[in-house]
């Protein structure tokens, strides 16, 4: 158990819908980072958000959006939904060397 | 650009062996750090050990060390007495982005491992 907790485990949705990924960090981590990992890949880096504020961004569109609250949890929004979006969806929290991941949620866009 | 690669797609050890998992990365910033995660199939990212650029001694965790080599850029993984329980999906991954102040880290292709009984 590293304390770091995802919501919801599992989500299915339409295309063109939106969708909102929720994140709890590991008590004392002040760094959020999302990721997305494709079927057999390794993950890909969305964002990072550091005291409320994004710090870091991959290769992704601005239809990828986040926000991190003052108790460090946090929130990934997807907006206009595309099947490729199917994926799991990691975030990891995060205070200088160590980065723990929660469980993912599963995301199938349909 | 930064890179991580991690050339082993697949790689077999006999149970009790060690076994060392390669990876090199590439990047322009002087302080980053390197991590090693272990994904069996159930799909969770378990945490395994973590090096520092500026850490001069390599990082051991209970039966995982990282053989750092920053000259060659290589940070691999060796795994003492593997376990049948070690059998899963070996990342490689790279956080840098202190000298621009935008983060990002990156992970490798992975290396899946299984352990033979």
């Known amino acids: 158990e590293t304390g770091v907790t995802q919501s919801p485990t599992h989500l299915i949705k339409t295309r063109g819908q939106q969708v909102t990924l929720r994140c709890s960090s590991q008590s004392g981590h002040n760094t959020v980072s999302w990721y997305q990992q494709a079927l057999g890949q390794g993950p890909q880096f969305i964002f990072q958000y550091y005291r409320e504020e994004e710090n870091g961004r991959g290769n992704f569109p601005p239809r990828f959006s986040g926000l991190q609250f003052p108790n460090y949890s946090s929130e990934l929004n997807v907006n206009a939904l595309e099947l490729d979006d199917s994926a799991l969806y990691l975030c990891?929290?995060?205070?200088?060397?160590?980065?723990?991941f929660g469980p993912g949620t599963r995301l199938t866009v349909l | 650009a930064q890179k991580i690669t991690q050339t082993q797609p697949g790689m077999f050890v006999q149970e009790k062996e060690a076994v060392t998992l390669d990876c090199t990365y590439d990047?322009?910033?002087?302080?980053?750090?390197l991590f090693w995660y272990k994904q069996p199939s159930s799909g969770e990212m378990i945490f395994l050990i973590y090096?520092?650029?500026?850490?001069?001694q390599n990082a051991t965790e209970g039966r995982y060390s990282l053989n750092f080599q920053k000259a060659r850029k290589s940070a691999n993984l060796v795994i003492s007495a593997s376990q049948l329980g070690d059998s899963a999906m070996y990342f490689c991954?790279?956080?840098?982005?202190?000298?621009?102040?935008?983060?990002?880290?990156?992970f490798g292709a992975g290396t899946r491992l299984f352990v033979k009984a």
């Open positions: 990891a929290s995060s205070r200088g060397g160590e980065q723990f």
């Open positions: 090096q520092g650029s500026y850490d001069e």
């Open positions: 990047t322009s910033d002087q302080s980053y750090g």
């Open positions: 991954a790279m956080r840098e982005g202190e000298r621009t102040g935008g983060f990002k880290t990156i």
